[in-house]
């Protein structure tokens, strides 16, 4: 997620011949987190994860956005995909000590680039058996991004996926977190506008064909509050309670949206109203 930004540029909005990249370079992203579901089980580690990522990007001839991101930090992003686990929020770091056991739940978020555009996408997997609020977690967090996603047409505004958003995690009694947001992507990572996941209907930027932007809800199953940790990446939630999130990279359609993270023959329902 970007760190909100108080520039305020023009959106990012993408020509059909981009979109057709973004196409390409989602269908892979998707691809790959459909790989990561396989290798998810007690006594992986979040290391092996990333190295799965990193050999499948390269075999694409594809790059991995994180991986030194952002370019001349003092703390650049140190591996290839972000995962999270339980109550980390977003950003965590792969590392060998971290190993997943049953009833854990991670996000595996992975952005490859291909041909100079970005395809951002992540998804929340349970290990093993999780309990069942853990379970509603997830598939409430699942939910939270589709009816946000189905904000999306031309006409709209950007406040109406965070208001959707809020109103039904909230609803549901878990925490929207707040400091952290979808973000316009092209060949930038993370450009305007700032996607907040809680908001107000009418609100923002006007959606216009093209404008291409992700929706990532990060949903906790206590209060939204989270911080970073010293390692400079790391955001946990304040409460210690269980975070769960779900990406994708959407463009504005002439009538509605479209889901470019999707995996090749997969479809994505605007309409369903379950995870
Ligand atoms: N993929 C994250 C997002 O959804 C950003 C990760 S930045 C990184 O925006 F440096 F941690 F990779
Ligand atoms: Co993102
Ligand atoms: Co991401």
Redesign the pocket.
């Known amino acids: 997620?970007?760190r909100r930004t108080k520039r305020r540029n023009q959106p990012v909005r993408l020509q059909p011949h981009e979109i057709e990249k973004m196409r390409v370079v989602g269908r892979f992203a998707a691809g790959l987190l459909a790989q990561v579901e396989g290798l998810i089980k007690p006594g992986i580690s979040t290391e092996e994860i990333d190295r799965f990522v990193d050999a499948e990007t390269r075999k694409r001839g594809a790059i991995s956005?994180?991986l030194g991101?952002p370019k001349g930090s003092a703390h650049p992003?140190p591996k290839h995909c972000?995962t999270s686990i339980n109550h980390i929020v977003c950003?965590g770091i792969p590392s060998a000590n971290d190993v997943l056991r049953e009833g854990d739940i991670v996000n595996v978020?992975v952005?490859p680039i291909i041909d100079g555009y970005y395809g951002?996408t992540?998804r929340t997997f349970c290990v093993g058996a999780v309990d069942p609020e853990v379970q509603r977690l997830v598939d409430d967090t699942y939910e939270a991004m589709r009816i946000g996603i189905a904000q999306v047409k031309p006409g709209g505004h950007v406040g109406d996926i965070g208001h959707a958003i809020q109103r039904f995690a909230e609803g549901r009694g878990h925490g929207v977190v707040r400091q952290f947001a979808g973000?316009g992507i092209g060949t930038i990572f993370?450009g305007p506008p700032t996607i907040s996941h809680v908001g107000r209907r009418g609100e923002g930027e006007l959606f216009e064909p093209g404008m291409t932007f992700?929706v990532?809800p990060m949903i906790n199953l206590g209060d939204w509050r989270c911080q970073i940790l010293a390692d400079h990446?790391t955001v946990v939630t304040v409460d210690g309670s269980l975070s769960a999130q779900f990406?994708h990279t959407v463009t504005v359609t002439e009538d509605g949206v479209e889901v470019l993270t999707l995996a090749e023959g997969a479809t994505f329902d605007l309409n369903s109203d379950s995870a």
């Open positions: 997620m970007a956005a994180p991101y992003f972000c950003h978020d952005t951002d992540s973000h993370h992700t990532e990446w990406e």
